[in-house]
């Protein structure tokens, strides 16, 4: 037999042909007996939620049920909410009258869940003595997230540390793949990643085709560099879409430090490319992360290394308007006339773009002013195309040959 989800009284068969017959004479039933458990069980919600010792212990002994929450909106029981309170004596009150210590609401949330999202220690303590399971995971939002993740990604690392001496599985992922040790890393919780390291956690283990050192880098996050790298952390494993290196990454965002760290680590290789063939040191010189392209190129990055569509570091840091970068480029030996698989050099596309600074940096260098790209276009004839009177001025100044001279 079911029992009616509404009220939690009423029984049927497990036919559902049955239950849909039987149900016009229940409704009328079901909602007067579902407002009484509603109304019966708000005054010990709202006790346990406001931490409120006295009534709760009045309405208990008044025969209040403990259970009777899963008729509120969304299965929330006073337990849940004690516990997601952070009233620890409220949560001992209700376990010893009876309340189921699992229970959860609509979304799989149970109290041990959203006591430790919200950092509560005293609370996970005292559930956990009381056999709640430590790995239950939630449905919520489908992730599949136990509470041991959940206070990894929060940074509660008191939380963790009973999690973990219950027992809680360290590598336990989301069914994303994301793991405790992942979420801290994306978080930059320095302490919990040692917690977790010490615990055994799978220092090189990925979710989404990223490892921790890997997220780590993304979000920004030095000292779990750090802790990750000291952990044993393998600098030679790619972002599996792509084939982005940590040191790439790093490079990407701008992260010296980092850079510097990576570059001294164990199987880091500075000119490693990723999957469109582009180095680090394009990657960059395009971000005109000025630092980072010194770092690389005293480290020994191969400066006119090209990508798949024949793209230069120097042709990039020029497209992108990058003066100081481009200069760097040219003094650490850049091909100045390389040009990408259409003939275009860095010269027309800092002449296309309109990087008057970029411009005089390469004429001054000695770019070649009139070498035409595969379509014929040169710098003079981009620049005028695209308006750039400054451009244009400096280039015909320069010796660009125009067909038709402007009059003086």
Request: charged fraction near 20%.
């Amino acid at each position: 037999m079911r029992k009616c989800a509404s009220c939690l009284t009423a029984r049927y068969c497990s036919n559902d042909v049955c239950q849909r017959a039987h149900w016009p004479d229940h409704k009328h039933v079901c909602k007067s007996l579902g407002e009484a458990r509603k109304a019966a069980v708000e005054p010990l919600m709202k006790a346990a939620r406001d931490g409120d010792a006295a009534a709760v212990t009045r309405l208990l002994r008044a025969g209040t049920s403990v259970r009777a929450g899963k008729v509120l909106d969304a299965g929330i029981t006073p337990l849940y909410a004690a516990s997601q309170a952070g009233h620890t004596a409220i949560v001992v009150l209700l376990l010893e009258a009876g309340a189921k210590v699992d229970a959860t609401q609509v979304e799989g949330v149970s109290a041990l869940f959203t006591a430790a999202e919200s950092g509560h220690a005293a609370v996970v303590a005292v559930l956990l003595e009381a056999g709640a399971e430590v790995d239950l995971s939630t449905k919520k939002d489908g992730t599949r997230c136990t509470p041991m993740l959940v206070a990894a990604e929060r940074g509660h690392v008191a939380v963790l540390a009973a999690l973990l001496a219950a027992g809680a599985q360290v590598d336990k992922s989301r069914n994303d793949g994301q793991t405790p040790l992942v979420a801290a890393a994306m978080n930059g919780h320095e302490d919990v990643l040692t917690a977790l390291l010490e615990a055994g956690a799978n220092v090189n283990r990925a979710a989404g085709g990223e490892t921790p050192l890997l997220w780590a880098i993304d979000k920004g996050h030095l000292a779990a560099v750090k802790a990750l790298l000291g952990a044993g952390a393998r600098a030679d494993i790619a972002i599996a879409n792509g084939g982005y290196t940590p040191l790439f990454l790093a490079a990407q965002r701008g992260h010296v430090e980092m850079l510097k760290l990576l570059i001294d680590s164990p199987g880091s290789e500075v000119n490693r490319a990723s999957d469109t063939r582009t180095t680090p040191l394009c990657i960059s010189s395009q971000e005109g992360h000025q630092g980072v392209v010194k770092a690389l190129l005293e480290a020994g990055a191969l400066v006119s290394s090209a990508c798949d569509d024949g793209a230069t570091a120097l042709f990039m840091a020029s497209k992108r308007g990058h003066v100081a970068v481009v200069t760097t480029l040219l003094r650490a030996g850049a091909d100045i006339h390389g040009a990408r698989n259409d003939g275009v050099t860095a010269l027309m596309m800092s002449a296309l773009e309109g990087h008057l600074a970029v411009v005089k940096v390469l004429l001054r260098a000695g770019a070649r002013i009139n070498q035409a790209a595969y379509n014929g276009c040169t710098p003079l004839s981009l620049a005028a195309e695209e308006g750039h009177r400054e451009v244009v001025a400096a280039l015909l100044e320069a010796g660009a040959y125009c067909p038709i001279r402007p009059p003086r």
